[in-house]
């Protein structure tokens, strides 16, 4: 399970990273990144779930188009 | 043998007499080699094409190849050889432990005992992990595993600790080329148990493998191994800060992940059929340490590193803010980020620099200083210290730093512990 950020108001920066709800690691968008790819396959795959900033589970079409537009 | 006036033998002009000498039509080898004096394990021999080699005592002590390389040179000076950073295995006198400090584990796939090494396992719960401090002449720790009941490994079912290579340091290799070197592995092993035990060498997208095995011949003593595995010239071996080469330890594995020893093979092997399996027997023990994986045929003396070193190497791949020896998770306030600001309004930010750069942007987490194994952190809520998490909103990692921010529950304060990982 993994949760977006929500947008620093103050910065204006979107969100760089995703957190991992099970251990609350913070994951950045870095292709490089093993947490991440492992992101991306589970969430492909349909065995993991994205909620977004407010913790609304994103419907798996939508989580899977969300993480395609991803680096 | 040459004999000349009886037994006194051929008498030289400076006095000197030869009394017997041995001239060999082969090649000699390290326990036998061609020219010799009376010591007949100690000489001269022709390991190859081209190549000489000088050997004492019947083992192998330098050669110099075809090209002129010289391999197997040991200085007098104990511990000090000409091939600095020969060694491309990180922690493999297994004496860096960040996460756990020393303490047992039984580990989900995936999860680091001692730096750099990786559990592999599709099966929970069948062997636990540890640094131990029984380790052979000259090293202080080893890497234990501790078979956990006596479990029949199944068909499609892998046990094992491994280390990923980066590719970026494992590029000169030259695998998957028609250059490939040729690569030696070194190891101290000991088990309560005796036997062929397995291992292999694979590719990142494990298509490539070459299944190795050697021998434990008693039970509970330790041993030297070495293994020598001519390079892949075929294959996809990323050159990158990807997984270049993955180096497997099997502690059981099920028929469709075993093969036969000794050759590179298309497909996934991580050990070889009728190895050994350390989790079939219940409280079998498994140690290993000084593993040595270098380029070329010949294994070399441990290349030791200073503690520090071994310690900037690991942290390419893990940092934490504890100290060394603490173990991630602990309960205390040494080594914390307090986060001190006033009048904060709506954020706050601070930027964590790490003290080596990272393989990649790395994942991050933060731990409550004062509640053992919690995630969080402890802050002033206008009132009083309390847990939680904040509001974290934008944490940006890269290879570098990590750029905490804070939402609007902090009011004044926020203190933490924090991890950064880039493991491959």
Redesign the interface.
């Given at each position: 399970m993994y949760k977006n950020y929500k947008q620093n108001p103050q910065t204006n920066y979107p969100p760089r990273s995703i957190e991992r709800l099970s251990d609350g690691a913070c994951i950045p968008f870095d292709p490089a990144n093993t947490d991440y790819a492992n992101f991306k396959r589970e969430i492909a795959a349909g065995t993991a779930e994205v909620q977004d900033a407010d913790g609304q589970p994103m419907a798996a079409a939508d989580a899977k188009a969300y993480v395609a537009a991803l680096p | 043998m040459i004999v000349i006036n009886g037994s006194t033998g051929l008498t030289l002009p400076n006095g000197n007499v030869i009394t017997s000498a041995t001239v060999s039509a082969n090649s000699g080898t390290a326990a036998l080699p061609n020219y010799t004096g009376t010591d007949t394990d100690t000489g001269m021999w022709f390991p190859d094409v081209n190549a000489v080699a000088i050997s004492t005592a019947g083992v192998e002590r330098l050669r110099i190849d075809s090209s002129g390389n010289v391999t197997g040179l040991t200085l007098q000076s104990e511990n000090v050889s000409p091939y600095s950073g020969r060694n491309r295995i990180i922690n493999g006198a297994m004496v860096i432990d960040q996460r756990n400090a020393g303490a047992s584990v039984t580990p989900t796939d995936g999860q680091y005992s001692v730096d750099r090494w990786k559990t592999s396992l599709n099966v929970a719960s069948k062997f636990s992990l540890q640094q131990s401090t029984t380790a052979p002449a000259g090293f202080i720790n080893s890497l234990l595993a501790t078979s956990l009941s006596s479990y029949s490994i199944g068909a499609g079912e892998v046990t094992g600790v491994q280390q990923l290579f980066e590719g970026l340091n494992v590029a000169d290799l030259a695998w998957g080329t028609a250059s490939a070197a040729t690569v030696t592995l070194s190891f101290w092993v000991r088990s309560s148990l005796t036997g062929t035990f397995g291992g292999s060498l694979r590719n990142s997208a494990a298509n490539r493998s070459y299944p190795f095995s050697y021998t434990i011949s008693s039970a509970n003593t330790w041993e030297q191994k070495s293994v020598t595995i001519a390079g892949d010239t075929s294959g996809t071996w990323l050159t990158t800060?990807?997984i270049g080469i993955q180096l497997y330890f099997s502690l059981g594995a099920g028929s469709t992940f075993s093969s036969t020893a000794g050759s590179w093979q298309s497909g996934n092997y991580i050990s070889t059929t009728g190895a050994v399996s350390v989790v079939g027997t219940n409280g079998a023990t498994f140690y290993i340490t000084g593993v040595q994986l270098e380029k070329g045929t010949v294994a070399t003396p441990f290349e030791f590193r200073s503690f520090g070193q071994e310690l900037a190497l690991c942290q390419r791949y893990f940092e934490k803010s504890y100290d060394t020896t603490t173990a991630v998770g602990t309960a205390t306030r040494v080594g914390t980020v307090d986060w001190n600001f006033a009048n904060m309004?709506?954020?706050g930010?601070v930027n964590i620099f790490y003290r080596a750069t990272k393989?990649?942007?790395?994942?991050?987490?933060?731990y409550d200083p004062d509640v053992a194994n919690t995630?969080?952190l402890r802050y002033w809520n206008g009132s009083a210290e309390v847990q939680g998490?904040g509001?974290?909103?934008?944490?940006?990692?890269?290879q570098n730093s990590?750029r905490w921010?804070l939402?609007s529950t902090p009011q004044s304060n926020a203190v933490f512990h924090w991890t950064a990982?880039?493991?491959?």
């Open positions: - | 800060n990807g309004g709506t954020y930010v393989r990649s942007s790395a994942t991050v987490t933060n995630v969080g998490t509001s974290r909103d934008g944490w940006y990692g890269s990590s921010a939402g990982s880039a493991e491959l």
